[in-house]
T-cell receptor, first 113, second 114 residues
Framework: QQQVKQSPQSLIVQKGGISIINCAYENTAFDYFPWYQQFPGKGPALLIAIRPDVSEKKEGRFTISFNKSAKQFSLHIMDSQPGDSATYFCAASRPGNTDKLIFGTGTRLQVFP | KAGVTQTPRYLIKTRGQQVTLSCSPISGHRSVSWYQQTPGQGLQFLFEYFSETQRNKGNFPGRFSGRQFSNSRSEMNVSTLELGDSALYLC?????????????FGPGTRLTVL
């Protein structure tokens, strides 16, 4: 059972463009939604996270948009750079249970100069 | 501050064998979680330990087990290895004491089962 659905599977963006990755969840009990970035040969690293009490959170070039009624959230990478080329995972967890993350299937982002 | 370390980084085993993987969390972190990453299934939660007790468990067979020591270091064991156990096994640590715990991942152990 895929509790967090992520799309697209892969994404190619030109340098300076906007990368958008979408996730949808099923369990309305989820209340913590982090995004992770993973480079080849490395473990995932936390990029940014959001809770359902806000609709948007921005950190530098990275923004999470959250739509509670639609049970969807998305990651926007502004001014995408070649160094952003990596695999991105969305995740979700239940209250008081953020050490048990349910991950999306991942999006491989390639940013070309 | 040192990050999460995992040993060994690479392992090759044959079917039927057993394997033990080790994880050292960030200093001060009391929670250690384990995940399996495969191309087909993605990142899947195995289990989480906090203060030497298993606090959460994923949907994996009993061949997968773990433990945590008093210094928060953790080990996971897979017995009777199957070809499908070939994966990257990731360990993550967090303080584990708040409602929203940021998890820090190690580089993983790449297990190949022949």
């Amino acid at each position: 059972q895929q509790q967090v659905k992520q799309s697209p599977q892969s994404l190619i963006v030109q340098k300076g463009g906007i990368s958008i990755i979408n996730c949808a969840y099923e369990n309305t009990a989820f209340d913590y939604f982090p995004w992770y970035q993973q480079f080849p040969g490395k473990g995932p690293a936390l990029l940014i996270a959001i809770r359902p009490d806000v609709s948007e959170k921005k950190e530098g070039r990275f923004t999470i948009s959250f739509n509670k009624s639609a049970k969807q959230f998305s990651l926007h990478i502004m001014d995408s750079q070649p160094g952003d080329s990596a695999t991105y995972f969305c995740a979700a967890s239940r209250p008081g249970n953020t050490d048990k993350l349910i991950f999306g299937t991942g999006t491989r982002l390639q940013v070309f100069p | 501050k040192a990050g999460v370390t995992q040993t060994p980084r690479y392992l090759i085993k044959t079917r039927g064998q057993q394997v033990t993987l080790s994880c050292s969390p960030i200093s001060g972190h009391r929670s250690v979680s384990w995940y399996q990453q495969t191309p087909g299934q993605g990142l899947q939660f195995l289990f989480e330990y906090f203060s030497e007790t298993q606090r959460n468990k994923g949907n994996f067979p009993g061949r997968f087990s773990g433990r945590q020591f008093s210094n928060s270091r953790s080990e996971m064991n897979v017995s009777t290895l199957e070809l499908g156990d070939s994966a990257l096994y990731l360990c993550a640590s967090s303080r584990g004491q708040t409602s929203y715990n940021e998890q820090f991942f190690g580089p993983g152990t790449r297990l190949t089962v022949l």
